[in-house]
Structures are given as structure tokens and as C-alpha cells.
């Protein structure tokens, strides 16, 4: 929650002289907060509610009734209580001191307020989401006399060896000149530069901005997403890829191996960064995630993943309303990233708990009840938290482009994808990991069904593939999807009748499947080498069984028989060749050689 020192003195001045901007608390209903006579109310304006200032947002308003959504344990409110409206909507602070950190759905800083709180949140606790204490090196890239617009970067901060922190103008300022430059150690309220807009007004532009976290922030135009978010995860580059900018959503049965999906991605993902929003998901769930995530080590430098990523944690136990809030958060940081020219990638577990949230103030506030109860909008507003995703052309100079990739996970009770959050959620991503507890409890990993998967960006993601992988590659990419469809019908067959019965043809697409499945689909997270494998070793084991396969097919039209056919050097090989190491790939030239 933004308490920067601009809000800070608004909240004062409410308190203490306006008689005008507080109303009385008439109604109380769980987080739901209804209070009288609350002059100047807006939709959407943050008020502080009760003696200990809870935090709360106007979420309707009826004639002299405005109801609030509160973000904090309503136990204790009575009915006289006071209602003051802050008069500006539920806003972050964005700037340097995000990465590295965990927040809690209004982004208060949860490592900060365990030191004053312990394991529980205070109440009505002001801790700003920023460390204020703290310097940064600040360089700037602009000049006295410069003039500047919403968006443009100003300087740079390294905030850590990942990061090359831009420091920019906020996207609502229109033109300014630039009156006055720092270069030097700055804490993030200091101001780094100074302004003067076309109206001759001073503005002070610090280390900090504000953003409503319900507004989208403004790009100079959207593009068409089209280079894949390499993922290291053979599954989903080979067979159902996402771009850079793109949406996916993954359902996750316990057990079926969500999480360590979730790793892999935050670990192996060739993101700049990395948000993750736990959503209303049990608290021992949340608690590896925060546990593991630190130890997360990037593969490339060794250096903490921690340093790339927000965690944003709101679990089962805390607040519907803050749940509700939590990815519009995550989010806003995540576009606050792109908008330096950063690709990021948001994952948010689960949007089906916020769904929740979402039904929970809907019956609260009587509004006729949807499908399974979820209000109406439910679709709308899943297609407007998806529709933030994209590749874009960023606002401001210099030129730069930058993309925010969403993965939702969802959580079907019961595993039913036909209930209306999965519904909602696959009308809007474009790319669905059907997550299938059946293939976890065979140990197949990840338990990505092939079948029931699919990526509308394939057609993007081929012409990279041609590009820069190889022309042949996306033909392979659709023999080895047929060959998988096609196992699945001779498995059909196969349940009523003989494995005798299969022609040789059948037979070597069962084999052909087989490999596919164990050779190339499986994969294990835990291995030093299986855990991450590079698009040009992807493209270099699928060769391997395709061109096996077609050498074979060829041998069999000719008239062999299928067990004539077997080199069983080539098997062997395919069988081992994901544990070949990523800087001895030319092993497989060799192999590819003997098939031709
Ligand atoms: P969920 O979060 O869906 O409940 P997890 O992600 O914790 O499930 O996975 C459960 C178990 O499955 C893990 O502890 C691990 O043993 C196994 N597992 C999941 N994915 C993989 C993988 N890619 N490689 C190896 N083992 C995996």
C-alpha cells in the first residue's frame, strides 16, 4: 500500500480539518463495510475505516451509501465508527527496492512488518512498501534544458546484477523541461530530477511513483507477440509454446506437479522478471514457495533468483478483499518492469481463489449470483486482468520494447474443466497446460497432457523456429503431434483386439509414440542436465526419433518387416540422449548422419 510522503500528508489533512471527507459506519458484513453520509465519494477511492484506519476501497455506491471492500481483518468495527475517504484510488509504489522482495496483496513489505508484528499483520499498520533508509546509485541519462514526456527514462540504478533499474517519467506527466538533474546516492523519496511543465508548474519527479493499480499503464502501442518465452521445459517449447507477451493458464490437480512447473518457469524462463502472486492458496503452500524461492539459484550467473522476482503472498487466511486486490498488484509491478524495456513474466496462483474472493463480496453485496454463484462480470473482469498481458512498443524515449507474459494457474474443484472460472479463464489465454493427475501418478513429468493441451501461438512461434532453429523444424514439430494423436486411436483399437492384429506400420507408431513420450516429453525437474534443455538440443532429439522414424517407415513400404528394421544403435542412443550435455550436442550430427 503506498504511503508516499505526498498521500501521507493528504491522509493528515483528512483527519484532522475535514469535516467533509468522513462518513459512519451503518453496516458491517465480514469484509464488507458499509458506511453513511461519506461526502466526495468516488468509486474506487481508498478511505480509512475505524479507530485503528483499516484499509478499505469504495466499491459501489448507493445514494447516501458507500460500501467498501476492506483489505484487513474487520473484528472490532462497531457501527458510529468513522469512515475517512483518502480521495485517491488503491495505488503502489514503483521503484527501485521491489525486486528481491515479498509483499502482501496491498504490497506491504512482509519482511518489514514481521519485524514490528511478527507472524501476524497489524492492523491499520502504515509501513511503506519501499525501504526509505536505503541509497541507490543513481546516473542519470538527461539534461538540464532536455525536454521530456511521460515515459521517458531519466537515469538508471543498478539495483542488482540482474537489473538495470530505469528510472522514469510517470506516464501522466504530458511535457516538461527538465529544470534540475542529480547525479548521485539517492534514497527513493529524494528527488531526482526536477520539471517544469507547459503551465510553468515545478514537478518534483523522485526514485517513486504511484500507480492505481485498477488503470492499466499506458504504452505507445501493442505488438504482435512472436518470439517464444524459451522455457528449457521440452513440453511446453516444443508442443505448446508461449511467447513473450503472451497468456497461458495451467489448471493444477494436487499433486499433479504445479508447483514445480512454477519453478521451472521462474527458474529456466529467459524472463527479465519474474512476479509471483500467491493467491488465496493454503498457507503451507505458500510458505514453500517463500522458502523455496530464495534458495532458487539462476543456473547461468549461480546468482539468487530471488533477485529477479516480487513475490506477492496473500494466503487462504488473510482478507478476501486483500486476495481480491493481490493481481491487480502483481500486475501493475509487472507492467511497471515492461515499461523499462523488460520482458517479465507474471504467474499467478490461482486465479480460481481470486474468483472466490471476487463471489464472496458479490453475495455480500446481494447482486444477483451467476453460474455456480460467481458474479456475472466474472468473465469480464478475467479478460480484462488477461488483456494486460502483451508484447508492446513502451511510452517514452529512448525506443525500447517490452513484454508481460501471464501464466494463471487455475484450481478446478475436482478436477472439472468445465466449471466457469476454467471456462472464462481458457476463452481468454491462449495457451493451455492441461495439468492431469493420471500421468502424475504414473511418474510422467511433467504431467502435461499432449491431448488435451494447446498453444494458439504455434503459428508465431514456427516462423521463429525456421528462422533461427531450422526450416525442418516446425514439420517435425507436427509429425510428432500426429504421431501422438495417432497412438491414441491404435490404443483404442487396441483395447479390442490384439496386439497381433496391428499392422507393422501400427506397431512402429506405437514404438515411434513411445519414444516420444519417454525420450522426449518426460523430464526431469531434479536432473543437473534433463532440467533445462536448450531449443537446439529440443530440435536435435525430436530429429532423432522423427528421421528414425521415417527411415523405418521407408524400410517397412519396401516390404520389411518391422522387426528388420531395428538399428539398434539409433535406439539406444534415444534412449539416453537427454542426458547429453548441452556443449557436446554434436553427437547427434552423427547419429543424424547414419539415418540419412
Ligand atoms: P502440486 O503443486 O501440483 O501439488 P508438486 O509440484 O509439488 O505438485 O509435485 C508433486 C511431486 O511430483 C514433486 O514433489 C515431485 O516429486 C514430482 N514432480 C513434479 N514435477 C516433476 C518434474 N518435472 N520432474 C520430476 N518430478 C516431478
Given at each position: 500500500?503506498?504511503?508516499?510522503?505526498?498521500?501521507?500528508?493528504?491522509s493528515?489533512?483528512?483527519?484532522?480539518?475535514?469535516?467533509?471527507?468522513?462518513?459512519?459506519?451503518?453496516?458491517?458484513?465480514?469484509?464488507?463495510?458499509?458506511?453513511?453520509?461519506?461526502?466526495n465519494?468516488?468509486?474506487?477511492?481508498?478511505?480509512?475505516?475505524?479507530?485503528?484506519?483499516?484499509?478499505?476501497?469504495?466499491i459501489?455506491?448507493?445514494?447516501?451509501?458507500?460500501?467498501?471492500?476492506?483489505?484487513?481483518?474487520?473484528?472490532?468495527?462497531?457501527?458510529?465508527?468513522?469512515?475517512?475517504?483518502?480521495?485517491?484510488p488503491?495505488?503502489?509504489?514503483?521503484?527501485?527496492?521491489?525486486?528481491?522482495?515479498?509483499?502482501?496483496?496491498?504490497?506491504?513489505p512482509?519482511?518489514?512488518?514481521?519485524?514490528?508484528?511478527?507472524?501476524?499483520?497489524?492492523?491499520g499498520l502504515?509501513?511503506?512498501?519501499?525501504?526509505?533508509?536505503?541509497?541507490?546509485?543513481?546516473?542519470?541519462v538527461?539534461?538540464?534544458?532536455?525536454?521530456?514526456?511521460?515515459?521517458?527514462?531519466?537515469?538508471?540504478?543498478?539495483?542488482?546484477?540482474?537489473?538495470?533499474?530505469?528510472?522514469?517519467?510517470?506516464?501522466?506527466?504530458?511535457?516538461?523541461e527538465?529544470?534540475d538533474?542529480?547525479?548521485?546516492?539517492?534514497?527513493?523519496?529524494?528527488?531526482?530530477?526536477?520539471?517544469?511543465?507547459?503551465?510553468?508548474?515545478?514537478?518534483?519527479?523522485?526514485?517513486?511513483?504511484?500507480?492505481?493499480?485498477?488503470?492499466?499503464?499506458?504504452?505507445?502501442?501493442?505488438?504482435?507477440?512472436?518470439?517464444?518465452?524459451?522455457?528449457?521445459?521440452?513440453?511446453?517449447?516444443?508442443?505448446?509454446?508461449?511467447?513473450?507477451?503472451?497468456?497461458?493458464?495451467?489448471?493444477?490437480?494436487?499433486?499433479?506437479?504445479?508447483?514445480?512447473?512454477?519453478?521451472?518457469?521462474?527458474?529456466?524462463?529467459?524472463?527479465?522478471v519474474?512476479?509471483f502472486?500467491?493467491?488465496?492458496?493454503?498457507?503451507?503452500?505458500?510458505?514453500?514457495?517463500?522458502?523455496?524461492?530464495?534458495?532458487?539459484?539462476?543456473?547461468?550467473?549461480?546468482?539468487?533468483?530471488?533477485?529477479?522476482?516480487?513475490?506477492?503472498?496473500?494466503?487462504?487466511?488473510?482478507?478476501v478483499?486483500?486476495?481480491?486486490?493481490?493481481?491487480?498488484?502483481?500486475?501493475?509491478?509487472?507492467?511497471y518492469?515492461?515499461?523499462?524495456?523488460?520482458s517479465?513474466?507474471?504467474?499467478?496462483?490461482?486465479?480460481?481463489?481470486?474468483?472466490?474472493?471476487?463471489?464472496?463480496?458479490?453475495s455480500?453485496?446481494e447482486?444477483?449470483?451467476?453460474?455456480?454463484?460467481?458474479?456475472?462480470?466474472?468473465?469480464?473482469?478475467?479478460?480484462?486482468?488477461?488483456?494486460?498481458?502483451?508484447?508492446?512498443?513502451?511510452?517514452?524515449?529512448?525506443?525500447?520494447?517490452?513484454?508481460?507474459?501471464?501464466?494463471?494457474?487455475?484450481?478446478?474443484?475436482?478436477?472439472?474443466?468445465?466449471?466457469?472460472?476454467?471456462?472464462?479463464?481458457?476463452?481468454?489465454?491462449?495457451?493451455?497446460?492441461a495439468?492431469d493427475?493420471?500421468?502424475?501418478?504414473?511418474?510422467h513429468?511433467?504431467?502435461i497432457?499432449?491431448?488435451?493441451s494447446?498453444?494458439?501461438?504455434?503459428?508465431?512461434?514456427?516462423?521463429?523456429?525456421?528462422?533461427?532453429?531450422?526450416?525442418?523444424?516446425?514439420?517435425?514439430?507436427?509429425q510428432?503431434?500426429?504421431?501422438?494423436?495417432?497412438?491414441?486411436?491404435?490404443?483404442?483399437?487396441?483395447?479390442l483386439?490384439?496386439?497381433?492384429s496391428?499392422?507393422?506400420?501400427?506397431?512402429?507408431?506405437?514404438?515411434?509414440a513411445?519414444?516420444?513420450?519417454?525420450?522426449f516429453?518426460?523430464?526431469?525437474?531434479?536432473?543437473?542436465?534433463?532440467?533445462?534443455?536448450?531449443?537446439?538440443?529440443?530440435?536435435?532429439?525430436?530429429?532423432?526419433?522423427?528421421?528414425?522414424?521415417?527411415?523405418?517407415?521407408?524400410?517397412?513400404?519396401?516390404?520389411?518387416?518391422?522387426?528388420?528394421?531395428?538399428?539398434?544403435?539409433?535406439?539406444?542412443?534415444i534412449?539416453?540422449?537427454?542426458?547429453?550435455?548441452?556443449?557436446?550436442?554434436?553427437?547427434?550430427?552423427?547419429?543424424?548422419?547414419?539415418?540419412?
Amino acid at each position: 500500500m503506498n504511503q508516499h510522503p505526498q498521500k501521507e500528508s493528504i491522509s493528515n489533512k483528512n483527519e484532522s480539518s475535514s469535516q467533509n471527507n468522513f462518513g459512519v459506519i451503518v453496516k458491517i458484513a465480514g469484509p464488507l463495510v458499509v458506511a453513511e453520509n461519506l461526502a466526495n465519494a468516488k468509486l474506487g477511492d481508498i478511505c480509512k475505516v475505524g479507530k485503528e484506519g483499516l484499509i478499505g476501497e469504495i466499491i459501489k455506491i448507493e445514494g447516501n451509501l458507500s460500501y467498501l471492500q476492506v483489505y484487513e481483518d474487520t473484528a472490532g468495527l462497531a457501527p458510529g465508527d468513522k469512515v475517512v475517504n483518502q480521495g485517491i484510488p488503491l495505488s503502489v509504489e514503483l521503484g527501485p527496492g521491489l525486486l528481491g522482495n515479498i509483499f502482501d496483496g496491498i504490497l506491504r513489505p512482509l519482511n518489514e512488518i514481521a519485524k514490528v508484528g511478527g507472524i501476524y499483520i497489524p492492523k491499520g499498520l502504515a509501513i511503506p512498501s519501499l525501504i526509505r533508509e536505503k541509497f541507490w546509485n543513481f546516473e542519470p541519462v538527461v539534461k538540464i534544458g532536455q525536454k521530456i514526456h511521460g515515459g521517458d527514462i531519466i537515469g538508471y540504478i543498478q539495483e542488482n546484477a540482474f537489473i538495470k533499474h530505469a528510472i522514469m517519467v510517470p506516464p501522466n506527466i504530458s511535457e516538461g523541461e527538465v529544470i534540475d538533474i542529480q547525479k548521485k546516492s539517492l534514497k527513493v523519496t529524494d528527488q531526482a530530477a526536477l520539471i517544469k511543465n507547459s503551465l510553468g508548474e515545478t514537478i518534483k519527479i523522485s526514485l517513486i511513483q504511484l500507480w492505481p493499480v485498477r488503470q492499466p499503464r499506458p504504452v505507445s502501442k501493442k505488438l504482435v507477440p512472436e518470439i517464444p518465452l524459451i522455457t528449457g521445459q521440452r513440453i511446453i517449447d516444443a508442443l505448446f509454446p508461449i511467447v513473450k507477451g503472451g497468456t497461458a493458464s495451467v489448471p493444477g490437480p494436487f499433486g499433479s506437479g504445479k508447483t514445480v512447473v512454477q519453478h521451472q518457469l521462474a527458474k529456466w524462463s529467459d524472463a527479465d522478471v519474474i512476479v509471483f502472486v500467491g493467491c488465496g492458496e493454503r498457507g503451507n503452500e505458500m510458505t514453500d514457495v517463500l522458502e523455496e524461492f530464495p534458495r532458487l539459484k539462476d543456473p547461468k550467473t549461480g546468482r539468487p533468483l530471488i533477485e529477479r522476482t516480487v513475490l506477492i503472498a496473500n494466503t487462504s487466511n488473510m482478507p478476501v478483499a486483500a486476495r481480491e486486490a493481490s493481481i491487480y498488484t502483481g500486475i501493475t509491478i509487472a507492467e511497471y518492469f515492461r515499461d523499462m524495456g523488460l520482458s517479465v513474466a507474471l504467474m499467478a496462483d490461482s486465479t480460481s481463489r481470486w474468483a472466490e474472493a471476487l463471489r464472496e463480496m458479490g453475495s455480500r453485496l446481494e447482486e444477483m449470483p451467476g453460474e455456480e454463484g460467481y458474479p456475472a462480470y466474472l468473465g469480464s473482469r478475467l479478460a480484462a486482468f488477461y488483456e494486460r498481458a502483451g508484447a508492446v512498443e513502451c511510452l517514452g524515449s529512448p525506443k525500447r520494447q517490452g513484454s508481460l507474459t501471464v501464466i494463471g494457474a487455475v484450481s478446478p474443484p475436482g478436477g472439472d474443466l468445465s466449471e466457469p472460472v476454467t471456462q472464462n479463464t481458457l476463452r481468454v489465454s491462449k495457451v493451455f497446460w492441461a495439468l492431469d493427475d493420471k500421468l502424475a501418478a504414473k511418474r510422467h513429468f511433467p504431467a502435461i497432457n499432449w491431448l488435451k493441451s494447446y498453444s494458439l501461438y504455434s503459428e508465431n512461434t514456427d516462423s521463429y523456429f525456421s528462422k533461427n532453429i531450422s526450416p525442418q523444424y516446425p514439420k517435425i514439430l507436427k509429425q510428432t503431434m500426429s504421431i501422438l494423436s495417432e497412438e491414441e486411436k491404435l490404443l483404442e483399437i487396441l483395447k479390442l483386439v490384439g496386439f497381433e492384429s496391428l499392422s507393422d506400420a501400427e506397431r512402429l507408431i506405437l514404438q515411434t509414440a513411445e519414444f516420444i513420450r519417454e525420450d522426449f516429453l518426460m523430464q526431469n525437474a531434479f536432473d543437473e542436465i534433463d532440467s533445462f534443455t536448450s531449443l537446439k538440443k529440443q530440435y536435435l532429439m525430436l530429429s532423432t526419433i522423427i528421421n528414425y522414424h521415417t527411415w523405418q517407415a521407408n524400410q517397412i513400404a519396401q516390404g520389411k518387416s518391422f522387426q528388420e528394421c531395428n538399428k539398434p544403435e539409433i535406439k539406444e542412443f534415444i534412449k539416453k540422449m537427454k542426458f547429453v550435455p548441452e556443449n557436446n550436442l554434436s553427437v547427434f550430427e552423427k547419429i543424424l548422419e547414419s539415418l540419412k
